[in-house]
């Protein structure tokens, strides 16, 4: 790949670049100028070309690679469109959402998703964040803990998906006779649990990961003059160190929150869908891939699309600032 | 005094750690025991093997079929990484420095991309493929891996780049420092834990990756180890390839291990003293 060569070498020099533009460009040796207002300096211009030009080579793959196929399945949802019956396509404007949006089997599904996102992800906070603590600050067995602890994220999910099927099959596996009401994975609620526990077995070290890079940005002397300070234990974590990680901890929600409302792996393995366990995700999947009907499968992923959006833009407000490409998150 | 409380901090650690690694592994651990069981004992439900066999081992090493798709898992998820990281990088260096219009859209976009579900962007991608030529090529996968793995990236990345104290540059060269030398010494250690976790969970999203794999690949000449595990079947079209399976899973989880290993000790606190904040 060509492309991998020059932008590499130039980052590099980007960097330089960036950093020297300061004392470089200035006419006036003050160099706070871009902070205050001055209609487009020297300066100021030379800050925007170089901007663009390091966001612009993944900009454009990003664009080039999705641009078609997010506008194309926008496109579908407004159309009825079954491969099996093709000579009935034709546009019927918001027809399909009114379609989904009044199926209860969608309502069941949402509500199923939305269970699982907010429990899942309300949990792996949590252990993550002790998980984080625990490979970041441990004085023995570091590196095997750290990577003891990443193994269930980098295992292939549908692996690890049918080895919980099977530990939970009455006969093939160790764990179904822990309860001793028969088969699990064939009653709604222990079916439902089961996937949870999938989940955050799973991606517990996605969390801790992220939360983990972000307490190697607090720096030792903070805790330590807290320390000195006579701050708890609990008042380091809260005032010293949450402070630092804020924008760490929004990135490692925002993603997994994402990845939890579209969760189909596990499902897909562990139930099927059956006793009512499907996800909105798997409703998606059955129109598109098994039913063959576009229309109504592409206006499934839309409104997904649009449910994850609105999660997103409440987090990202939530935390203000720590959000990045906020204005006034520039430091100092 | 101080002996005695060091020994004891490590004894929490250590009981600590013990009970990650048994949360971690245990599941690991039974697939692992599943691909060393014969086939007969396969279904017994016992947590251990009771006969031990490398049979599913000889199975899937017998043609090279897997031994192409581990190829074509390695190559592509590298080249990938290194892409995704390097060009992510740059974007974050310039959300979280630099002022220039247009930022807020492009993490805007950038999330957006994140946010739709793949698999309605599947079967267009195919099309597109499929006239440009670059299905079932390495690069056919490459690009996409680096596209949905880029949101993730310049968000990891621009969120650690934010709490970088850049003034530390500023300070090192009036101490007497060179550009070069403020950058080595200074800002990359300080960029490396952000850089490394990327990198870490970009490698494993394009590792685990089977939606793209199946649906873009058709052959061995790119086809990923998650699809290959996909296409196993038992000796006879009667037989659970179970066994087989968990002896891939084994195989393709080390390096994976190793990947971690190696990346993992460069997140430690870079800001261990001198760093003056706040």
């Known amino acids: 790949m060509s492309v991998n060569a020059t932008p590499g070498g130039a980052d590099v020099a980007a960097d330089e670049t960036a950093t020297r533009s300061g004392a470089r460009h200035a006419a006036v040796p003050a160099q706070r100028n871009r902070r205050r207002k001055p209609p487009l300096s020297e300066n100021k211009k030379a800050e925007r070309r170089l901007g663009w030009l390091l ?240 229309g109504i499968g592409s206006t499934m992923s839309v409104l997904i699309f649009l449910t994850v959006a609105i999660i997103a833009f409440v987090f990202v407000k939530l935390f203000g600032t720590a959000a990045p490409g906020s204005d006034d998150g520039e430091r100092r | 005094m101080a002996v005695e409380t060091t020994t004891r901090a490590k004894l929490r650690w250590g009981l600590l750690d013990v009970v990650v690694v048994v949360f971690a592994l245990i599941p690991v651990l039974w697939i692992a025991s599943l691909s060393f069981k014969t086939p007969a004992t396969l279904t017994d439900g016992r947590f251990w093997p009771r006969e031990w066999t490398l049979d599913n081992y000889r199975t899937i090493f017998a043609t090279d079929q897997f031994v192409r798709a581990l190829v074509n898992s390695i190559g592509i998820a590298l080249i990938a990484t290194v892409i995704a990281v390097v060009l992510g990088a740059m974007a974050a260096y310039a959300i979280s420095r630099l002022d220039f219009p247009g930022k807020r859209l492009l993490v805007g976009v950038s999330l957006l991309i994140a946010m739709f579900p793949q698999v309605s962007l599947v079967s267009p991608l195919f099309d597109i493929e499929r006239q440009l030529g670059l299905f079932d090529t390495w690069p056919g996968l490459i690009l996409p891996y680096i596209t949905f793995a880029l949101p993730l990236a310049i968000y990891t990345l621009s969120a650690f780049f934010k709490q970088i104290p850049w003034d530390l540059e500023k300070a090192a060269k009036m101490d007497g420092a060179t550009q070069g030398q403020a950058f080595r010494r200074v800002i990359a250690p300080l960029a490396a834990p952000g850089l490394f976790t990327t990198a870490i969970l970009v490698f494993i999203f394009c590792w685990n990756d089977f939606l793209f794999a199946i649906s873009l690949t058709s052959t061995e000449r790119s086809r990923t180890v998650p699809v ?51």
């Not at chain 1, 949990?123 to 067995?141: C, D, F, K, N, W």
């Not at chain 1, 649990?193 to 190697?216: D, R, S």
């Not at chain 1, 000195?228 to 005032?239: H, L, M, S």
Request: charged share 15%; hydrophobic share 55%.
């Open chain 1, 55 to 294: 966001c612009a080579p993944a900009a454009l793959v990003m664009v080039l690679v999705t641009a078609y196929p997010i506008l194309y399945s926008v496109w579908l949802s407004l159309q009825r469109f079954d491969l099996r019956f093709p000579d009935q396509r034709e546009f019927i404007g918001l027809e399909n959402y009114v379609t989904v949006l009044t199926n209860e089997f969608w309502w069941t599904a949402f509500g199923v998703t939305a269970l699982i996102t907010v429990v899942t992800v309300a949990i792996e906070l949590v252990l993550g964040m002790g998980l984080a603590l625990i490979m970041h600050r441990t004085l023995v067995g570091r590196g095997i803990v750290r990577t003891a602890a990443l193994i269930p994220y980098g295992i292939v999910t549908v692996v690890a998906a049918f080895s919980w099927r099977y530990a939970w099959t009455p006969g093939t596996g160790y764990l179904a006779n822990l309860f001793s009401e028969g088969a699990p994975l064939t009653e709604r609620a222990s079916s439902l649990a089961i996937i949870m526990l999938a989940e955050i077995w799973k991606t517990t070290p996605f969390m801790a990961l992220l939360l983990m890079a972000g307490l190697a940005l607090v720096p030792e002397d903070l805790l330590k003059a807290a320390s000195t300070d006579g701050a708890t234990a609990w008042q380091r974590f809260t005032k010293v160190m949450l402070p630092v990680m804020k924008p760490a901890i929004l990135v490692a929600l925002l993603f997994r929150t994402l990845d939890a409302f579209r969760v189909f792996d596990n499902i897909f393995v562990l139930t099927a869908g059956g006793n009512e366990t499907s996800s909105v995700s798997m409703l998606a999947y059955n129109n598109l891939i098994r039913g063959l009907n576009l």
């Open chain 2, 228 to 278: 290959a595990l996909s296409f196993f079947t038992g000796e006879s079209q009667f037989e659970d390839p179970t066994g087989a399976i968990c002896a891939a899973a084994v195989v393709i989880t080390i390096p994976i291990i190793l990947f971690v290993l190696f990346f993992q000790r460069r997140i430690v606190s870079g800001l261990t003293s001198g760093a003056v904040k706040g």
